[in-house]
């Protein structure tokens, strides 16, 4: 759900010139050439391919399945035989494993832990991997509590559903302003045993939507958790505890990319609001548009 610390912003115009754009963290990768790749679990072609299959086979197939189950509501029917408060715990549960185990995995301490048998290009679609099959686990166990709270008319219906579908181009959209599309971290393992091993600097940038809030990807999430068209007791559940992790979660990254970026993110902050747009017209210009070398 939250995108990578890489090419999301730029310094700011109108403030103190910022000359270093450039990522400070480089803690992950030094501990990778201090510990080296012998030892680790996959570090040859066949397992890291394995593994790119894993990401696309559970973290596409889980990220489609949660998808279609917000549009259209539970995917299976499971008669549990729990009561209402007992459906509605395991709901609560099935949405903690995924809070707990995306919460964990994008944190640095954890990344820094996992070189010692993971390599740093993998960490990517190992992420995907267990987030998709946390998604299918929680899509395949959901358990419905009531009836519909509320039927919206059909021409409501037709609105949501145009809102969702916006929603999703808009995260298409800042996830393309990242730079390389690549919603399922494959590409870093990709080029692993290819001839060009280097890593791509994280260079400060605003591109896309980054100009009018600082997450946009966390905001068409929400859009997409609150347009979908089923209103029952646990859905409510659902987008409600959803929400509360996303600000949650939005709120820890800006840490993140303050100690990442530094000053040049702090003078961003300043700029553009978190997550609400503050009018229609962007408030920094995009990247591309600035003259080269203009820094």
Known sequence: MAPQIRATTEEIVDLNPITNRTCKLTAVEDAQARRGIGRQWISRKPGAWLLVAGAYGLGGSGMLAWLLFLLVGPLIQLDSGFSTTGRLLTDALLCLLFFVQHSIMVRQRFRLWLTRSVRVDFHGALYATVSGACLLTLVCLWQTAGPPLWT????????????????????????????EFDALGVQPAIRAFGRDRSATPMDFKVRGPYRWVRHPLYLCSLIIIWTGSVFTLDRLLHNGLWTIWIIIGATMEEQDLTDCFGDAYRAYRKKVPMLLPKSLRPRLPDDRDRPPGDD
């Open 152 to 179: 919206p008319p059909q021409w409501i219906r037709w609105l949501m559903t145009a809102l969702f579908l916006s929603a999703g181009i808009g995260a298409w959209w800042g996830s393309r302003a990242l730079g």
